[in-house]
Every structure is written in C-alpha cells, then in structure tokens.
C-alpha cells in the first residue's frame, strides 16, 4: 500500500527537518517555484481529484477557484488543526510525526493562491503538535523555504501558529475565523463564503491539515500518480483512517481511500479482539450516522459512504463489539455535543440539552413509548440550526433510530438498559 503521509514516520517519534530535505522534502516547492505558475499549481490540484479532509469532503481546488482574482488587498489561508471531534486523532499523528509536509504543503497553496501570511490554527492541548509546527517554520525561514524572496523566486510568504483556547465549534471555518479575530468563535452566515470574504473581510481559504499535506505529492509526482493510490478509480489518494474501539489494533493508518469496511477491519486493524463480534461503527467521526455489519461491504470513500447512507468525515472509525449499549453510546457522544453547543442559536442551544435529556431518561429505564419520536422530530428539527454542528451532533441519534430501534424499544419496554453489566473490561 502507498504511503504518502506518513512515509519516512514511525510512531512517536517526530522526523527532522534535515531528513526530511534527504528524503526529497521541499522539492515540490522547489519544483513549482522554479517551473510552474501559480494556476498550474491549482490545475494540478483540480486534476487530483484531492477532496478536503477535514470532514465535508469538498472539492480542493475548486475552492481554491472561488477566491477572486482581482480583489484588492490581501488574502490569507488558514490550515485547521483544532481537531476536536471525537474518535479523531490523524492530524495529531500527522504533525507529531512530519510536521514539514504540512509547512511545505501550506507553502505551495500560498503560492497558488497569491497569500503573502497564513496561519495554521491548532486544537488547546496539542503543545507537541505546535511545538513541531514551530521549529519546523525556524527550519524553513533559515533554509530559504519560508520568509522573503523564497528561493529567489519573488515569492514572499511568512506562517504563524495559533492556539485554540478550546471549543469544539473554533473548527468551523467561521468560528475559527471569529476566534483568530479575536472575537466570540461563533460562526457566521453563509454566504459570503470565506473564500470570498473570511478574515479581516478579505478572501480567506481554510483548509485541513491533511487536506494540505497531500499538496507536495501531487506536485511531485504529478496529479493522476496521486489520484491512482486509491482503491477504486473513483476514489482519490490515501486517507489516514483513525481507529479506536474492540478492534485488535487501534491506530492511525494511511490507507487506499475506497477500501472496503470489512477490508480495513480484517486488514489492518487486525479483525475483531477474542471473544468480540462486530455488531457497529462510527465511520468518521462522532458525528456520522453508525454502520452496520450490513455496511461491510461499503467502499469507504466520500460518494459511496453517503449513498449508504452516513459521512466519510474525518475517517475517524470507532468500533463497537456486541457488549455495547448503543443508546449509551448516543447519550454519550450527545453529552459532548450539548456542552458545545455555542449557544448562537435556539434549536441547538435549547434541542441538543434536550435530546441529551430524552437519551438520559430512556438508558436509566425511565423512557416512555413516545420518546423515540421526539427523537425523530428533533433529528428533522436540527437541520434547520444555523451550522453544521447541530445536524452533525444528531447523527449518531439518526443511526441510533435507523438500526438499533429494537434496542431502544427494549429500554423501555424492560425498564432499564439490557447491557449493564455485560460489558467487556
Ligand atoms: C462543528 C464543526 C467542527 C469542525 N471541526 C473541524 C476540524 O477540527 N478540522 C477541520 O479541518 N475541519 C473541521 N470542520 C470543517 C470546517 O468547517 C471546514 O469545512 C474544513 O476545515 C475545510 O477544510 P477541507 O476543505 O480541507 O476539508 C468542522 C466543521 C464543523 C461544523
Ligand atoms: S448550531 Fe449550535 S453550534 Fe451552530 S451556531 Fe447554532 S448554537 Fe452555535
């Protein structure tokens, strides 16, 4: 399987900058600096096929394209690493193990995009991940790779790190924008989009940290090589694939984008852990509607994932054996969404409390019949939120609804929560 992220890393150690120059590192920049304008750059990135991976799976350079030519004054891009969701720790790997892809993938996406100052906005607690970003731009400024006239090309381009004070919804573009601002990280309405007005009001790109740490490849070894280390032909790149839950390897893994469910259990996660039988997942993050073992044979790629029926995500998958209670799991992941709730507007701030009271009542034995469709209606409810965070958090309450009904209706109908005390340690 290509490795494109994470080759050269091992886990829990971070690769220098000197052995990233070795292993070629800086010479995609060094490429497109010297040969490409900055609208090739971009075309290679449309021909790609790189859709964004920080959860909405969004064309790249297509909203590389949505940033106007001819506006005057600066425009900036900003890389989103606040990564807070639940069940996903990549960019974490990624940038503890090679944060320089990141700085040479931003560098390229300037320099496509005319951007003189970016800024990578980094999640409250991940010190080391911030630590490496840091001394990996003191690398590039004293190697030519980062600062004025890089490489003598004319091209200018200075990158700052900032850190999250800390809430779930700093990782939407708005509220992160909000919040770099230095205001309340609410977010703001859409449109203007940010690509045409995002900080300080000029044309601003957000992208993820793995979104823009394919960048380099696909300058180097050029666009259709990079779109061929998919699965299937209508899958493009690599994704890292976080996993955690009763499998018997949790890890972080760069794998072919379109493999199948099953593949990625049975392969590199090692199958089931003894005596576990797989009974659900998360698919991509906490936010994401549950698969089933129905859905093993599902390719886990943007289009597919949604056809049946969830979110590729962040690739975050979270792995639950036939011990879990699945309305502990919502009650749980609903807990998290709840306490971020902005509080920006009604149906979220007043709903997600709500739905969190409703799950609370049904897992300690004291559900009524008519639950489950308040349920349902507040599922329909929160679509109409103000962002994606309402929607989002009621995915799980969609899966939980839509296949594991029959374990709802058992809460209620014993009077209490079928799996106490069948769990495994
Ligand atoms: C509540 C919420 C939290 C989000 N958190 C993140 C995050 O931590 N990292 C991220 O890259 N995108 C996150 N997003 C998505 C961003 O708004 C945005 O779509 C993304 O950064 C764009 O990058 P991409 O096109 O490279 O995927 C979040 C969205 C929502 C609604
Ligand atoms: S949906 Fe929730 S997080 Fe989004 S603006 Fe409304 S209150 Fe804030």
Known sequence: MEQILLKHTRPGRCLSFDEYRSAGGFGALAKALGKMTPAEVQQNVID??????????????????????????????????????PGTYKDRVLLERNPHL????????????????????????????????????????????????????????????????????????TALINALEGKRANPRAKPPFPAVKGLWGQPTVVNNVETL?????????GPLWWKSTAATPEAAGTK?????????????????????????????????????????????????????????????????????????????????????????????????????????????REGLPFVRHILERIESGRGEAQDIEILREHVQMLNYAFCALAPGAMGPVEGLLNHFGDELREHISAGSCPFKGDRLP
């Open 48 to 85: 790609s096929g790189l859709r964004g991976r920080g959860g909405a799976g969004f064309p790249t350079g297509k909203k590389w394209s949505f940033v106007p030519r001819d506006l005057p004054g600066p425009r900036y891009l900003i890389c989103n690493c606040d990564e807070m969701e």
């Open 102 to 173: 990141l700085v040479e993938g931003m560098a390229l996406a300037c320099y496509a995009l005319g951007v003189r100052h970016a800024f990578i906005f980094v999640r409250y607690g991940y010190e080391q991940a911030a630590e490496n970003l840091r001394s990996s731009i003191a690398a590039a400024h004293s190697s030519g790779f980062l600062g004025d006239n890089i490489l003598g090309s004319g091209f200018t381009l200075e990158l700052g790190v900032h850190q999250s004070a800390g809430r779930y919804i700093c990782g939407e573009e």
């Open 213 to 221: 740490a394919n960048i380099p490849a696909i300058i180097n070894e």
């Open 240 to 348: 890292l694939f976080c996993i955690s839950g009763h499998v018997v390897n949790t890890d972080c893994f760069e794998l072919p984008l379109g493999m199948t469910l099953g593949e990625i259990i049975d392969g590199p996660c090692g199958g089931m852990r003894p005596g576990s039988r797989f009974k659900a997942c998360i698919p991509g993050g906490a936010s994401t509607p549950y698969f089933t073992d129905a859905h093993r044979d599902v390719s886990m790629d943007f289009d597919p994932v949604a056809k049946a029926g969830s979110r590729l995500g962040t690739g975050g998958i979270v792995v639950f054996d036939q011990s879990t209670c699945m309305v502990a799991v919502t009650l749980n992941l609903i807990r998290f969404f709840a306490r971020e709730s902005c509080g920006w507007c009604t149906p979220c």
